[in-house]
């Protein structure tokens, strides 16, 4: 079975930084690629980035651009969020999702109907 837990999330002031973890298991070759998204209350889910497992090809939402970065770790089948200068509209329940996605293109990599397996999510409360 495929299983994907988030990890790190947690209140932080603005201006401050956060570190999101997911550690997959049971997944399958084939998912060459890992995202992260994020829901906020009475809104729909946003994508919020996603890498290649290669680490070569990156994609970031413009809203967090320069201030996140997404990172992972093959040999651990981990991937990471680093979060700087978070800001209290980065509020929300942050998920990671795996899925096979060989297009490198933004529009492609950010879909979320492209992700097979998805996390359960972790909280990110960024108080003002």
């Known amino acids: 079975q495929v299983q994907l837990e988030e990890s790190g999330g947690g209140l932080v002031q603005a201006e401050g930084s956060l570190r999101l973890s997911c550690a997959a298991s049971g997944r399958p070759v084939s998912t060459n690629t890992m995202g992260w998204f994020r829901q906020a209350p009475g809104k729909e889910r946003e994508f919020v980035a996603a890498?290649?497992?290669?680490?070569?090809?990156?994609y970031y939402a413009d809203s967090v651009k320069a201030r996140f970065t997404i990172s992972r770790d093959n040999a651990k089948s981990t991937v990471y969020l680093q979060m700087n200068s978070l800001k209290p509209e980065d509020t929300a329940v942050y998920l990671c999702?795996?899925?096979?996605?060989?297009?490198?293109?933004?529009?492609?990599?950010?879909?979320?109907?492209?992700?097979?397996?998805w996390g359960q999510g972790t909280q990110v409360t960024v108080s003002s």
């Open positions: 999702a795996t899925g096979t996605i060989f297009s490198t293109s933004a529009q492609v990599m950010g879909n979320p109907r492209m992700y097979n397996y």
């Open positions: 890498i290649k497992w290669t680490g070569i090809n990156t």
